[in-house]
């Protein structure tokens, strides 16, 4: 259940940084200071998540590499919907 928890955890984290409205002057105001690769990988929230969930694993007991993929895969779950409706959204505009 705690991995649950911490996949929930990874996702909002995952989404803050990568979509949110919220970050996004931050994100703009450093892009071009940021090698592209870097600029990839924290406008794709799929990208991000791995990184994160990586932080993630290491407050899970168990075998890590498991439990980082497990993370990546459950944040997923989460994330998913919410790009689906955003671009729902954006498709009505």
């Known amino acids: ?6 996949a929930a ?15 996004e002057k931050v994100r703009h105001h450093i892009d071009p200071y940021l090698p592209s690769i870097v600029q990839e990988l924290l406008d794709c929230p799929y990208c991000l998540s791995h990184w994160i969930a990586l932080v993630g694993a290491t407050i899970l007991e168990g075998n890590f590499l498991i439990n980082w993929l497990a993370l990546v895969s459950l944040s997923q779950i989460f994330i998913l919907p919410i790009i689906w409706v955003s671009h729902a959204n954006s498709s009505e505009d």
């Open 1 to 6: 259940m705690f991995i649950l928890i911490v």
């Open 9 to 23: 955890a990874v996702a909002t984290a995952t989404m803050t940084i990568s979509a949110s409205t919220l970050s």
